[in-house]
């Protein structure tokens, strides 16, 4: 599979586009004054114990204070497991947390109310809720991931051979013990085959960063950032680079010269791939990436065959609804074999897609009901094979009695939909609002509600725009007889009552160009 790396900044907003094979895969998008909050380290104190829930809220700095669960406090399997150390030769005897449930601490025997801690954030404010925590800290090099917190040497399970897993571990505990070097490491598969210097370069890099970070923390009042995670390129290239990129193309001078430094520094081989973009066209609607952002935007997606999914993400979970559309199948085929065609058809463009929208949490498949099981099977295997192209951890569940697949993927971040566009200030993110006959008729209801009886001098419009022309028609003909309408030219007046006034401007809005096509019966006198 040929991978591309399409690169854009201006300074003050970069973008990151992912393609495989000519498909754009993922968008990664950081701002200046939005920067991502993922893996930084802060000095924080706890400003609420919850021995309900068994979790604490920390002030961290930021709008929202983030939540730190009592396993995130105790238990560091669950991140030797994220990270795939993989062997048992050195993994501590005891583990608390999950293996022994009642022996684990309770989050009030560990946490005080105004308590000093040092924190790292595991996934960004989403919504309402704010940054979850761990006080398990993670610093990620090209080669190594350190672990200053636990006591540890791990490898990765795709580092099959036991020579070069003993290689490895061997050249890390050479280093711990003639620089005094503590923490734990786990060993990347990037690693493999890698010579002892490298290695060296990220253990130095390590102990050093955090030393700094501890003599920070010791200077600092909380609430502070102590550590700030790298820019989104540099992250990128750290954890996605290898062999199968073809091209990085970015079209920024200055990201252009860190770029080509840091690969020549980790992997020489690829430096000529990496181009700088100088057309004046822009370098996103050059490769087509615009054009999927703004497709991923919307809710209908169309497949080539003619078919199409329908995406609606809400608080709780995405719905994702397969429809054959356009497509009717060949001439003499059969319907079962038209759906399993469309079916398997939209598997690898919802996966394309919920890794371009960056979906996460709980995603419902609704496929087009099959018949035959085999044919619902061959579907869940097609999708179970896709989802092995996405990093985020995921699992599916079939659910065969109603014909669904059920999955749940790891979100981290704010999805690209989330990210790029806000709620609709009329409609407040409903996606509807009051017809305009519902208007009209709220309008009556509040002209019979007990308002006072309006003269000349008290005039409810006043306006002559033509485009409030037959809205004024429709009311003098329909409306309240006793009701006086005054058009004073273009100096509008203030109305007497403001929900009135707010109602009646949204028919008029409403109704402009409209006509009188849905008209009540005549009002009573």
């Not at 130095?204 to 790298?230: C, D, H, L, M």
């Not at 020549?264 to 615009?290: C, H, W």
């Not at 037959?470 to 058009?487: F, K």
Request: a neutral charge; proline letters at 4%.
């Amino acid at each position: 599979m040929n991978k591309e790396m399409i690169v854009t900044s201006n300074g003050h907003q970069t973008m990151v586009a992912i393609l495989e094979d000519d498909l754009v895969t993922e968008v990664f998008v950081e701002r200046e004054r939005q920067r991502g909050v993922v893996g930084n380290v802060y000095k924080g104190r706890v400003s609420k114990v919850l021995p309900g829930m068994q979790s604490a809220f920390v002030d961290i700095g930021l709008e929202r204070d983030g939540f730190l669960y009592v396993s995130d406090v105790v238990d560091t399997i669950e991140e030797f497991d994220r990270l795939e150390s993989g062997d048992d030769e050195d993994e501590p005897e005891e583990r608390g947390g999950k293996s022994d449930a009642a022996n684990q601490p309770k989050i009030e025997e560990l946490l005080k109310d105004g308590q000093e801690v040092i924190v790292q954030v595991a996934k960004e404010p989403l919504g309402t809720k704010g940054a979850r925590l761990t006080s398990h800290v993670t610093m990620a090099g090209r080669f190594l991931v350190f672990m200053p917190t636990v006591d540890h040497i791990g490898v990765s399970r795709k580092i099959e051979s036991r020579e070069e897993r003993s290689r490895l571990r061997g050249i890390v505990r050479t280093f711990r013990e003639k620089n005094g070097f503590t923490g734990g490491v786990i060993i990347r598969t990037a690693t493999e085959g890698r010579p002892e210097q490298d290695l060296v370069d990220d253990l130095t890099s390590f102990q050093k960063i955090w030393g700094e970070v501890r003599q920070r923390a010791e200077n600092v009042r909380p609430p502070a950032v102590i550590y700030r995670e790298q820019g989104l390129v540099t992250k990128l290239l750290r954890d996605l680079l290898t062999e199968d990129f073809i091209a990085i193309r970015i079209d920024d001078k200055e990201e252009y010269q860190r770029v080509v430094e840091m690969v020549g520094r980790v992997m020489p081989a690829l430096a000529p791939r990496v181009t700088l973009y100088d057309k004046p066209f822009p370098i996103f609607e050059e490769y087509g990436v615009q054009d999927e952002i703004e497709k991923a935007l919307k809710s209908k997606v169309w497949l080539k065959s003619g078919g199409y999914i329908v995406i609606n993400q809400t608080e709780a979970l995405v719905a994702i609804d397969v429809n054959t559309g356009r497509y009717v199948g060949k001439k003499n085929g059969r319907l079962e074999d038209t759906i399993v065609k469309t079916n398997i058809e939209a598997v690898k463009e919802i996966v394309r897609q919920v890794r371009l929208r960056d979906l996460g949490g709980i995603i419902v498949l609704d496929f087009i009901d099959m018949e035959e099981k085999k044919n619902r099977q061959k579907v869940f295997q097609a999708m179970e094979l896709e989802l092995k192209r996405d990093r985020s951890p995921s699992k599916a569940l079939q659910v065969s009695d109603f014909g669904l697949i059920i999955i749940t993927r790891k979100r981290v971040k704010q999805s690209l939909e989330r990210v790029l566009t806000e709620p609709c200030p009329y409609c407040s993110g409903s996606g509807v609002i009051k017809s305009t006959s519902t208007i009209v008729f709220e309008i009556l209801d509040e002209v019979y509600g007990g308002y006072e009886v309006l003269s000349d001098s008290r005039p409810l419009l006043t306006t002559d725009h033509p485009a409030n022309v037959r809205t004024l028609a429709w009311w003098r003909t329909y409306g309240p007889s006793r009701v006086v309408y005054l058009q004073l030219g273009h100096d509008h007046q203030a109305y007497e009552n403001t929900n009135f006034r707010r109602l009646l401007a949204n028919a008029i809005s409403w109704a402009a160009g409209k006509g009188t096509e849905a008209r009540p019966s005549k009002a009573r006198k």
